[in-house]
C-alpha cells in the first residue's frame, strides 16, 4: 500500500468534509425582523490605540436602541483620558475598577448592570459591523442557539508575513468552527461574542478561574443544553504582531484547550462533527508514527515521492488561503507554503510539548 497516497487522502476528505459542511451552513438563509434592545460590553486594560475605533464600530453597526459600557480594568495608559473625550460624543457607560480584576470578572459585574436580552461582549482592539451583528441576531432568532461568534482578520494595516499567515490560520479555524455549526461548535473566539441573557446566566457568566474563558463559556453552554455557532461575516482585529505576544496566544490556547477537554469531556464525545473531523485528521499522523518506516530512502521513488507530498499538500488547504484574501491579492494565497511547511508544525511542537507538561 502506498501509505503517501492513503494520508494525502484523507487530508483531502477532511477538507472537502469541513469546505461542505461549512458552505451548507452559510448558504442557509436565516431572517430577523426585529431590533432587540442590545447591550455592548467592552473590557479594557492599557489599549488607548484601539478603544475608540472600538466604541465607534458600535455606534456604526447597529441601528435600534442600545447601552454601551467600558469597563477600565484599572489602566495605566491614556485610556481613561481618551475614554472621557469619547463620552462627549458617544453615550457610553464608564466603569472603573478600583483594581485590575481581569476581563471575567470585569465583564460579569458589568453584566449585572446591563438591560438587553442580547449581550454582546467585545475585545477593545476588535471593529464589528452592521452585517456582522445582524447575522449574529439572525442565529440567535432560533431558540436552541445561545451564542454567536464571528470570523476574524487582521487590521488592513496590518499585512506582515507574521499577519499573513495568521490570516490563513483564522480562514482554517474559521471553516472548521462553520462546519460545526450543524451541531453545535465547541468554542467561542472572544473578540466578539453575542450571548442571549438567559444562555449567559445559564452558564454562571464568565470563570473567572478558566485559562481561555471563551472556549469555558461555549462548553458550559453546550452542557446547559444551548448551541453555539460561528457567523462568517468577517470582523476587523489586531492579531499578535511580536513573536513573544504570539507565542503567549498559542500557549493560552493551548491551555485552555486543555483545561477545557478536562472539565468537560462529555461535550467533545457527544459532538458527532468534531469526532468526524478527528478522526480524518489523525489517522494519517497515526499512519506516519506506525507506518512511516515503510517510507524509506530504500524506495527509489521514495524521494521522489515525498517531494510531490511536500508540493501537493499545502495545495490541499488552497481553500483557506483564499478565504483569508484581502483586497483581491490573490498572490497572499502563496502564503499557504510558509503556513503548511513551517507555522503549522511549529504549532503543533508547541502545543505537543505544551500538553505534555500540563499532563505531568
Not at 476588535?126 to 439572525?138: Q, S
Not at 478561574?209 to 461575516?233: H, P
Not at 483557506?320 to 490573490?330: E, G, N, Q, V
Request: proline share 4%; with cysteine.
Amino acid at each position: 500500500m502506498d501509505y503517501l497516497v492513503l494520508i494525502m487522502t484523507l487530508l483531502f476528505l477532511n477538507m472537502v468534509f469541513i469546505v461542505t459542511l461549512s458552505f451548507l451552513d452559510f448558504r442557509k438563509k436565516r431572517y430577523f425582523y426585529g431590533k432587540p434592545f442590545l447591550s455592548f460590553i467592552i473590557p479594557v486594560y492599557n489599549d488607548e490605540k484601539n478603544i475608540e475605533r472600538t466604541i465607534k464600530g458600535i455606534y456604526n453597526s447597529y441601528e435600534g436602541k442600545f447601552e454601551v459600557f467600558v469597563v477600565d480594568d484599572k489602566s495605566t495608559d491614556k485610556t481613561a483620558h481618551i475614554l472621557n473625550r469619547i463620552k462627549k460624543k458617544y453615550p457610553i457607560k464608564i466603569l472603573k475598577n478600583n483594581e485590575n480584576l481581569g476581563k471575567s470578572l470585569s465583564v460579569n459585574q458589568a453584566f449585572k448592570r446591563t438591560k438587553g436580552k442580547i449581550i454582546f461582549i467585545v475585545d477593545s482592539d476588535t471593529v464589528i459591523n452592521r452585517k456582522a451583528v445582524r447575522d449574529a441576531l439572525d442565529r440567535l432568532e432560533n431558540k436552541k442557539i445561545g451564542a454567536v461568534h464571528f470570523r476574524y482578520k487582521a487590521y488592513p494595516w496590518e499585512r506582515g508575513p507574521l499577519e499573513s499567515t495568521e490570516n490563513i490560520e483564522a480562514s482554517f479555524l474559521s471553516m472548521f468552527f462553520g462546519a460545526q455549526n450543524c451541531c453545535s461548535s465547541l468554542t467561542l473566539v472572544g473578540g466578539c461574542i453575542a450571548v442571549k441573557r438567559k444562555a449567559f446566566e445559564d452558564a454562571k457568566m464568565l470563570s473567572v478561574n478558566a485559562i481561555s474563558e471563551d472556549t469555558d463559556l461555549a462548553l458550559k453552554l453546550n452542557e446547559n443544553g444551548w448551541k453555539v455557532q460561528q457567523s462568517f461575516c468577517r470582523i476587523e482585529t489586531s492579531l499578535p504582531r511580536k513573536p513573544g505576544t504570539f507565542l503567549k496566544q498559542k500557549i493560552r490556547w493551548g491551555a485552555g484547550f486543555s483545561q477545557g477537554f478536562l472539565r468537560h469531556p462529555a461535550v467533545y464525545f457527544r459532538n458527532s462533527i468534531f469526532l468526524c473531523n478527528i478522526f480524518l485528521f489523525f489517522i494519517p499522523i497515526i499512519f506516519v508514527i506506525f507506518f512511516g518506516d515503510k517510507i524509506t530512502t530504500s524506495d527509489s521513488t521514495a524521494l521522489f515521492k515525498l517531494f510531490i507530498s511536500f508540493v501537493i499538500f499545502p495545495l490541499i488547504s488552497l481553500p483557506y488561503a483564499f478565504l483569508a484574501i484581502r483586497d483581491k491579492k490573490y498572490y497572499e494565497s502563496f502564503w499557504i507554503y510558509p503556513f503548511a511547511w513551517f507555522y503549522i508544525p511549529v504549532i503543533s511542537i508547541l502545543l505537543s510539548l505544551f500538553f505534555i507538561a500540563w499532563d505531568f
